[in-house]
């Protein structure tokens, strides 16, 4: 008898498990209520990869995508915006001169070739550089896809897959497998739910007609034969585990049906307890979504908000060709900007823009080592930390406030000038914060000339230690009225630890 109570009990228990197990429903509020996975808190560092057949020609003006360049060249040339319009102009008359005015954008796919594409090589680069995750454009606004999407070369008419034409390849597939074969570094998908010229798309919505007031039967189309299947394809082959989705921002979520796919993406795919998303999903962004993402922005300060920013290396996420040595960020900047963002609770996503032969160019290779490198001293106060109740220490001074299109444009960068070279009477970072466990993590902008660190409105009692990371040995330190005095070690220059930002490890902080 006991043994038949055990096998119903044991019969029963999936049926119990399914039954128990949360089901989304297709609204905000139920979507939202879904806890992000802790592994994307504890990431802080993610490498972002722009790669497709932009890569081809990889021209723009200096400071604009070169990854719109198909925008730029046949959507761009009339409107209201001149900037949008003299782009449209360099580009069209970079095209005509290079390639010839008979030369279409689809032209390019035989050239995008990838001959030198080594993803176990990327891969060891990616772990090498300290990142945690990887996220790579399975498609942009282009709609050429980077895996066997069956959708993308039925809907053109044409070939228009890595698998079908240029390169013939599985890039996707191919680079994630080498990024899980390193083990410790998740791998995401980058995916544009809008192409700007795909056949099935609405004439009336296409990016030559300013207005987009749109045909909702062939809209539908779009959404049914295209996007939808080409998501839950992407999901089901390679199990992402970070979606981020683009090119949501003109029309509302409710016309993009994405409420609906994002319900199947957490009660149906294969990772649904691992996949994070983005904010991008019609009109939505700051509002709703896994975490909220910022561009060549400020990110936010609201400490209950999680969010990512996202930004290139240099001026561009695709490879531009025009870009110069001073477009690039240096070690010393992106090292800050590394700080700063996971000192305020924020994800760092770099971007690289890969040759269309298949190169990660040397100087973009060069950076990422870099920030491995000072990773390998300091990721304790990276990886798996929070915000602390101050994310920063300031000077005396007023605080300046920058605008977006100071943080855009970073010329020069803020927060390499808030850290180093604050505006006249202006106050200065003079370090950053993160936190884990019992521990406190001072992140030096500078060392002092004076070889005392002070720490503001901070007490610690015997049991506290000081340590500088990459120096053995404990400090010392005295509490003084409300702050805390930390005596640097006098160390030879070619012994620092590391560069640029040195970091102590405060411990027993309550």
């Not at 605008?403 to 370090?431: S, V, Y």
Request: hydrophobic share 35%.
């Amino acid at each position: 008898m006991v043994n038949v109570l055990i096998l119903a009990v044991a019969l029963m228990m999936p049926v119990i498990g399914f039954a128990d197990e949360k089901q989304y429903e297709p609204t905000w509020s139920s979507l939202d209520s879904r806890e992000n996975p802790q592994w994307f808190h504890d990431a802080k560092f993610g490498i972002f990869i722009h790669w497709g057949l932009y890569s081809v020609p990889s021209y723009a003006p200096r400071g604009t995508y070169a990854e719109w360049y198909w925008h730029a060249k046949d959507g761009d040339q009339t409107g209201k915006h001149q900037a949008a319009v003299g782009r449209a102009n360099a580009i069209n008359d970079f095209h005509n001169k290079v390639y010839g005015a008979d030369f279409e954008y689809k032209d390019f796919r035989e050239d995008f070739t990838c001959d030198m594409f080594e993803p176990k090589e990327w891969a060891t680069l990616f772990k090498r550089s300290g990142a945690k995750y990887v996220v790579l454009t399975s498609k942009h606004h282009d709609g050429y896809c980077l895996w066997p999407s069956k959708e993308a070369s039925i809907s053109y008419g044409m070939p228009w897959n890595s698998v079908d034409s240029g390169p013939r390849r599985d890039l996707v597939g191919e680079l994630t497998d080498a990024v899980r074969d390193e083990g410790d570094i998740k791998m995401g998908l980058y995916y544009s739910i809008w192409d700007w010229f795909n056949p099935l798309w609405p004439e009336e919505d296409q990016p030559t007609n300013r207005k987009k007031k749109g045909n909702d039967i062939t809209r539908q189309k779009y959404i049914n034969e295209v996007m939808v299947p080409q998501f839950k394809d992407i999901v089901n082959r390679y199990a992402p585990s970070v979606i981020f989705s683009d090119g949501d921002w003109w029309m509302d979520d409710e016309k993009w049906e994405t409420k609906p796919l994002l319900a199947w993406l957490f009660n149906e795919a294969p990772n649904k307890e691992e996949v994070v998303i983005n904010d991008r999903w019609g009109k939505v962004r700051k509002k709703h979504g896994g975490y909220f993402t910022t561009e060549y922005g400020s990110g936010f300060e609201d400490p209950s908000i999680i969010w990512e920013e996202n930004r290139g290396i240099g001026k561009s996420f695709g490879y531009n060709r025009q870009e110069t040595y001073d477009d690039y960020n240096s070690e010393e900047l992106l090292i800050y900007m590394l700080c700063d963002i996971v000192s305020r609770g924020g994800n760092f996503l770099l971007d690289i823009g890969p040759t269309a032969d298949g190169r990660i160019p040397v100087i973009m290779e060069e950076r990422l080592i870099q920030l491995g490198e000072w990773l390998d001293i300091n990721g304790e106060a990276i990886f798996n930390s929070r915000r602390w109740i101050r994310d920063c220490q300031w000077s005396e001074g007023d605080i300046y406030a920058y605008t977006k299109q100071e943080f855009h444009h970073g010329i020069p960068d803020p927060i390499l000038e808030m850290a180093k070279t604050p505006k006249k009477n202006q106050a200065r970072k003079e370090c950053y914060f993160t936190a884990k466990d019992d521990k406190l993590y001072v992140l030096m902008t500078m060392l002092p000339d004076c070889g005392t660190f002070v720490i503001k409105d901070l007490q610690l009692d015997s049991s506290s230690e000081i340590r500088m990371l990459g120096v053995e040995g404990k400090l010392e330190f005295k509490n003084n009225k409300k702050n805390v005095e930390v005596i640097l070690p006098h160390l030879n220059p070619s012994k620092l630890p590391c560069k640029h930002v040195y970091v102590l490890e405060v411990s027993n902080v309550n």
